[in-house]
């Protein structure tokens, strides 16, 4: 950080230009996929579909894969950041990083039990703009790319992380309310009754085909929160990184865990070699502010607050739940604009905009558009997915050797 003579900060950017278009260092999962990695992610996301979770509905008859696989949501849960690891490179001190947007790309094969997977990842790029969260920001772009065990590439992430100087977030307190919203008991009830609704509508299309999607058709409301403490904690947990010594570094480089943290907000491995605590990331590190009011105030945000890598999640479920298992999401790019934050309730609608003929498969391809708010009608996220859909003749898919 440097300042100019007209006293305003800027950022100094020369560490990360060294950086950009470099093969990185990342953990790579030291185990295979097991079934209840999966069943622990959807649980963590809050997704009732239950197949992602229950053997006897993916395995039955009409099945499109005949066995439990994961959501296309899952493929994050596989990277050791949130991949959001490659768009944090240079050292810039003093400052934070929020999730600002991801872009997918999925290439057809579907994560399953017993898939090991491995990843590659790079800075793609950056710029530097000014905001009235932080005022000098850097919106820096980086790819992972997804493998499994046969060489099939899954997918790949283009993340975007918001990097800035907390202090100026400090200064400018553009997000102040310190305390969560409360709600009725009636008001709670009706959220209640809401969601039970939106599953009874996942759990009576189950392996059933999406056919006949039309340009303007509504997709279900889905309700998730009102946020807590526990329910940010339960989400940390889905991520398999979260558990000790489940990744191993691919002895790489990366400047990821020297990119300028807060002192407060940094990893000790030192300490981490003897108590893993210390390296967790919740207890200890960047992700405390996620459910320490204290640490959130510390980087400009008033209170505890989610995971940008989660809010991809429901709106990726929230596709691919209006889709079905028979269905593919072929291509979304998602922006992220307020974080969830406890107390707070999301809401998620979407639209049809349109349902053309894939050339390459001659299916129909479906364009929706999402917008995910809050209670006060706040935009969160907004962003829009390809969906390939199924035909009536698109047969079972075959159990790929492992």
């Not at 097991?34 to 993916?58: C, H, K, L």
């Not at 058709?217 to 946020?227: A, K, N, T, Y």
């Not at 030192?270 to 893993?276: E, V």
Request: proline fraction near 7%; glycine fraction near 10%.
């Amino acid at each position: 950080m440097k300042q100019t003579d007209e006293d305003t900060v800027q950022l100094d950017t020369t560490p990360v230009d060294i950086w950009v278009g470099v093969p990185l260092g990342l953990g790579q999962m030291k185990d295979p996929v097991a079934p209840n990695d999966i069943r622990r992610w959807v649980q963590g996301m809050q997704n009732s579909n239950p197949v992602y979770f229950d053997e006897t509905v993916a395995e039955a008859e009409g099945s499109r894969f005949g066995e439990l696989v994961a959501p296309q949501s899952f493929a994050v849960c596989t990277d050791d950041s949130h991949g959001a690891g490659p768009a944090i490179q240079g050292n810039i001190p003093g400052t934070h990083m929020l999730f600002g947007g991801d872009e997918w790309w999925f290439y057809g094969p579907r994560i399953r039990p017993g898939d090991k997977i491995t990843r590659s990842s790079m800075l793609f790029d950056y710029k530097v703009t000014k905001t009235g969260f932080a005022g000098p920001t850097m919106f820096s772009r980086g790819d992972t790319e997804y493998a499994n065990q046969r060489g099939e590439f899954v997918c790949k992430q283009r993340s975007t992380s918001i990097r800035y100087i907390a202090e100026e977030a400090r200064k400018r307190a553009q997000f102040s309310e310190e305390k969560d919203p409360t709600w009725s008991h009636e008001q709670l009830l009706e959220i209640e009754r809401k969601k039970m609704a939106y599953f009874e509508q996942v759990h009576a299309q189950q392996n059933q085909r999406k056919l006949n999607a039309q340009a303007g058709e509504q997709l279900p409301e889905r309700l998730i929160g009102p946020h807590s403490i526990a329910s940010f904690t339960t989400e940390w947990r889905a991520y398999p990184f979260t558990t000790w010594h489940t990744f191993r570094p691919n002895g790489l480089p990366s400047s990821l865990y020297d990119a300028g943290w807060l002192p407060e907000m940094s990893r000790d491995f030192d300490k981490g070699a003897i108590d893993p605590t210390h390296l967790d990331g919740l207890y200890h590190g960047p992700s405390r502010g996620h459910v320490q009011q204290e640490y959130a105030q510390l980087i400009g945000l008033p209170r505890a607050y989610g995971y940008g890598a989660s809010m991809g999640a429901w709106m990726l479920d929230y596709i691919g739940n209006w889709g079905g298992i028979w269905s593919d999401v072929i291509h979304c790019k998602f922006s992220y604009r307020t974080p969830a934050m406890t107390g707070d309730l999301t809401i998620l609608n979407g639209e049809v905009t349109s349902v053309r003929e894939d050339p390459m498969t001659g299916q129909p391809l479906a364009v929706v558009q999402v917008r995910m708010t809050n209670q006060d009608d706040a935009t969160l996220a907004t962003g829009g997915a390809e969906v390939r859909l199924p035909t009536q003749e698109l047969p079972r898919a075959e159990h790929p050797r492992k």
